[in-house]
């Protein structure tokens, strides 16, 4: 299984970036995929989630109503559209493929198996 992430970069504040993060190996369709980041310094947190069939999604606090998460199975991809970003949001952003087929608990790290690569994110003001 392999997850190759792409986007990200350094954006001013306010500003949008999109992440992309696409599987192979795996029946992406029966799977839910997740986003991650990790700021210098600090543990890995959960960003969004989304459901093997997009029909539900779930997001950290801090970035509701300003991130989107989205899939298309056609593509076996996942993307994370990030608007109005703030400096806070400064981190390496990972995409994750759920351990088990169908749902998954969203937040918990543990419930993916495998990782992206890993795409850093800054935003300065």
């Known amino acids: 299984v392999q997850l190759v992430q792409s986007g990200g970069g350094s954006v001013q504040a306010g500003g949008s970036l999109r992440l992309s993060c696409v599987v192979s190996g795996r029946t992406f369709s029966a799977y839910g995929m997740g986003w991650f980041r990790q700021a210098p310094g600090k543990e890995r947190e959960f960003v969004a989630a989304?459901?093997?069939?997009?029909?539900?999604?779930e997001y950290l606090d801090s970035v509701a109503g300003r991130f989107t998460i989205a899939r298309d199975n056609a593509k076996d991809t996942v993307y994370l559209q990030m608007n109005s970003l703030k400096p806070e949001d400064t981190a390496v952003y990972y995409c994750g493929v759920g351990r088990f087929p169908g749902d998954l608990k969203f937040c918990v790290e543990l419930a993916y198996s495998y990782w992206g690569q890993g795409t850093q994110v800054t935003v300065f003001s």
């Open positions: 989304i459901n093997w069939n997009a029909t539900e999604t």
